[in-house]
T-cell receptor
Framework: GENVEQHPSTLSVQEGDSAVIKCTYS??????FPWYKQELGKGPQLIIDIRSNVGEKKDQRIAVTLNKTAKHFSLHITETQPEDSAVYFC????????????FGKGTHLIIQP | DTGVSQDPRHKITKRGQNVTFRCDPISEHNRLYWYRQTLGQGPEFLTY????????KSRLLSDRFSAERPKGSFSTLEIQRTEQGDSAMYLC????????????FGNGTRLTVT
């Protein structure tokens, strides 16, 4: 089955700086890669996603890049703000018929004022 | 769009008891998923339905777990003879059935088995 590795587990950045979270996946058939933000006591909230036929996608301060050859994808957050503090999860969906997402273990992003 | 609703938010039970959780998906979504999340980990896939049909089950879903979606709308997840290792957040998500439609999660049911 699919295996998703996520780094770092904790990331502390100064407010206004950029944050980058990286993930690798194992199944070359995976074709969908969402990113979720989870705040304390809440369920994961989708913030951006990318499909395997696209190399990069941007939505305001958030961007995701995908390198299919290397089987890795990254989340970039620019001009970080205090409300960006949360746990971020990457995930991958295999194209082999299995429909469930496989998640990474999460990155706790801390924005220092 | 009221989002995915889960009930109860919290459940404390004694080992050996049975528990049942409910999930109401976004109304036009015909796919419904159950995930389990333990502290410091990402959600782990348990099972999913398309309409009333249960199409996939993870190896994590032991015989003590059963999920239903009898009318293709709300779903229930039952855990029989609970064990302390069942303590976790149980998350429900829903999506449309076409292509890689994004999953929308509820806020989960936190289960504590004492």
């Amino acid at each position: 089955g699919e295996n998703v590795e996520q780094h770092p587990s904790t990331l502390s950045v100064q407010e206004g700086d950029s944050a980058v979270i990286k993930c690798t996946y194992s199944d070359s058939a995976s074709n969908y890669f969402p990113w979720y933000k989870q705040e304390l006591g809440k369920g994961p909230q989708l913030i951006i996603d990318i499909r395997s036929n696209v190399g990069e996608k941007k939505d305001q301060r958030i961007a995701v890049t995908l390198n299919k050859t290397a089987k890795h994808f990254s989340l970039h957050i620019t001009e970080t703000q205090p409300e960006d503090s949360a746990v971020y999860f990457c995930a991958a969906r295999s194209g082999g018929g299995a429909d469930g997402l496989t998640f990474g273990k999460g990155t706790h992003l801390i924005i220092q004022p | 769009d009221t989002g995915v609703s889960q009930d109860p938010r919290h459940k404390i039970t004694k080992r050996g008891q049975n528990v049942t959780f409910r999930c109401d998906p976004i109304s036009e979504h015909n796919r419904l998923y159950w995930y389990r999340q333990t502290l410091g980990q990402g959600p782990e896939f348990l099972t999913y339905f398309q309409n009333e049909a249960q199409l996939e089950k993870s190896r994590l879903l032991s015989d003590r777990f059963s999920a239903e979606r009898p009318k293709g709308s709300f779903s229930t997840l039952e855990i029989q003879r609970t064990e302390q290792g069942d303590s976790a957040m149980y998350l429900c998500a829903s999506s449309l059935a076409h292509g890689n439609s994004p999953l929308h999660f509820g806020n989960g049911t936190r289960l504590t088995v004492t």
